[in-house]
Structure formats: structure tokens, C-alpha cells
């Protein structure tokens, strides 16, 4: 079955420390393939996506991702993190074509900054 | 450009009632999509409607409904509302004509419905 899996649900950082937030999808066919980040009480943002070519992507607020056909993974990171950093992030792919809105999403890394 | 708004922002509601949300997407999306967010169950897809059609439906049960007006305006509807029903609803609007592009997804804030 087409799915994103988030290995960790929840990671702490110290500010200024860098960041990793795996994120893997299921194997088969390549998903075009996003981060999104969400502030309690707020809806998704899109930070960076990914649909062929380059397999290192650059997104907003300093992000960045790479894609690994061979691991099946697309890891999103930052090289230091600030406090404003702290939130949920959602990995998600979209599967079979471009023809379709639906985004199917891995459960999430609450990610926490210490000062 | 404005972006995706959803109303209401928030609502209370009795078991057994039904409940209408409302999307309006970014202006020129054609592509509209509504998810659950729970935090037991994460992100789930509800459904996505592109030119008052729906294209893609999720695995919900038949109390959910949706439809889209000719101007992309897209509702939705929960009927017989259960407590777990209870859930932030987030609707995404695309371009959704088929290029890679077209598939970024904007969101709105969301509704949080509370069933009591």
C-alpha cells in the first residue's frame, strides 16, 4: 500500500544545533514528495517539494531535503535551528500522477527546541 | 493573492446533528481537497473535488459528503455527528490541472468541529 512513514514522533534540539527529520515512502513508483510544517492551531505550510531532477531541494525558512531512491527516504534538515522552528512537521507524497490532489501524510514529528 | 479560507473557524455541535464547512480556495485553483486531523489518526484524506467533480474519495463512511461550486467554493458535509467525529477539517486548494506544479497544495487554517 502507498504510504509515509515518519520514524520519530518526537525530537528535541538545542537551539542552533542542527536538525534531521527522516521521513521514508513506501517503495514503488516515486511519489511527488513535500514537507509541511504546522503551528499549533494553524493549518499545513508547505516548506519544500520535490518531483524529479535535483535530488536536493531548497525550501523556505532555511530547509532543506534529499531525496534517496535507494532508501526510499526523503529526510528534511536544517543547519541550525531557532526557536521559532519548534512545531509539528508533516512529511507527505503524492502517488500514481500529477492528476490528483491527494496527499497521503506520515503521522508527524513534533519537534521541540531547548534554549 | 488571498489564501485559502475556511468557516467557520470553529463550531460546537450535538451528537446527531449535521454540520456544513465551507472552503473558498486560492482564486484560479480548480482542485479542491478537505482532510481529518486527529491526533489519534494523524492526516486523512477526505476527498478532492476539481471542476465540480469529485475526483478522488477516502475511506470515510457515507456521513461525509462534499461538493464544489462552479466558482471552486467547495463544502462539505458531516451528517448523524458522532463524538468522534470531533477533528481539525482542513481543505487544500491546487491548481490541479495535471502538471507537476499543479499539484502544490495550499491550506487553509482550518475548522476545529467539537461534537458533544
Known amino acids: 500500500a502507498q504510504s509515509v512513514t515518519q520514524p520519530d514522533i518526537h525530537i528535541t534540539v538545542s537551539e542552533g544545533a542542527s536538525l534531521e527529520l527522516r521521513c521514508n515512502y513506501s517503495?514503488?513508483?516515486?511519489?511527488?514528495l513535500f514537507w509541511y510544517v504546522q503551528s499549533p492551531g494553524q493549518g499545513l505550510q508547505l516548506l519544500l517539494k520535490?518531483?524529479?531532477?535535483?535530488?536536493l531541494v531548497q525550501g523556505i525558512k532555511g530547509f532543506e531535503a534529499e531525496f534517496k531512491r535507494s532508501q526510499s527516504s526523503f529526510n528534511l534538515r536544517k543547519p541550525s535551528v531557532h526557536w521559532s522552528d519548534a512545531a509539528e512537521y508533516f512529511c507527505?507524497?503524492?502517488?500514481?500522477?500529477?492528476?490528483?490532489?491527494?496527499?497521503?501524510f506520515g503521522q508527524g514529528t513534533t519537534l521541540q527546541v531547548k534554549p | 493573492k488571498a489564501g485559502v479560507t475556511q468557516t467557520p473557524r470553529y463550531l460546537i455541535k450535538t451528537r446527531g446533528q449535521q454540520v456544513t464547512l465551507s472552503c473558498s480556495p486560492i482564486?484560479?485553483?480548480?482542485?479542491v481537497s478537505w482532510y481529518q486531523q486527529t491526533p489519534g489518526q494523524g492526516l486523512q484524506f477526505l476527498f478532492e473535488?476539481?471542476?465540480?467533480?469529485?475526483?478522488n474519495k477516502g475511506n470515510f463512511p457515507g456521513r461525509f459528503s462534499g461538493r464544489q461550486f462552479s466558482n471552486s467554493r467547495s463544502e462539505m458535509n458531516v451528517s448523524t455527528l458522532e463524538l468522534g467525529d470531533s477533528a481539525l477539517y482542513l481543505c487544500?486548494?491546487?491548481?490541479?490541472?495535471?502538471?507537476?506544479?499543479?499539484?502544490?497544495?495550499?491550506f487553509g487554517q482550518g475548522t476545529r468541529l467539537t461534537v458533544v
Open positions: 487544500a486548494s491546487s491548481l490541479g490541472y495535471g502538471g507537476q506544479g499543479d499539484t502544490e497544495a495550499f
Open positions: 517503495y514503488g513508483a516515486t511519489p511527488y
Open positions: 520535490y518531483f524529479s531532477g535535483d535530488t
Open positions: 507527505a507524497g503524492i502517488y500514481g500522477s500529477s492528476n490528483t490532489g491527494k496527499l497521503i
Open positions: 482564486s484560479g485553483h480548480r482542485s
Open positions: 473535488y476539481f471542476s465540480e467533480t469529485q475526483r
